[in-house]
């Protein structure tokens, strides 16, 4: 195999693990009132309420390129997205989940 096709291989392994990194785990421990502890409930929201409109690749690449989530459910609401109070704690709980890490204003 040459040289430059094992970069490209390598690479291409490099960034498929840390694309496979920012997704979230099938088990989360703190959901709040969400039952079980899984991410299910969120995607379940995701793909009754969000994927009316647009693909869940779109939710995907605003949660990869570190979008602010729950601002971005504000502005669908306003846009006519209807979630019940259990629908927006589900998807808050998971917004907070997706980046730990991003400091609340």
């Known amino acids: 195999m040459k040289a430059g096709n094992a970069v490209l291989i390598v690479g291409l ?7 496979r990194a920012s997704v ?6 703190n959901m709040g009132n969400v039952r079980g502890g899984d991410t299910k409930a ?5 793909q009754s309420k969000c994927t009316r ?8 690449a605003a949660i990869f ?8 459910q504000q502005e ?6 209807i979630l019940n109070s259990n629908e927006r704690d589900v998807l808050g709980i ?4 997706q980046n730990p890490l991003k400091k609340s204003k």
């Open 42 to 46: 969120a995607q379940t929201v995701i």
């Open 76 to 81: 669908m609401e306003k846009k006519g997205a």
């Open 13 to 19: 392994m490099l960034c498929a693990t840390s694309l």
């Open 65 to 72: 390129t570190n979008k602010d989530m729950p601002k971005i």
């Open 53 to 60: 409109c647009h693909s869940d690749r779109v939710i995907d």
């Open 94 to 97: 998971y917004w907070k989940e």
């Open 24 to 29: 979230a785990p099938e088990e989360i421990t």
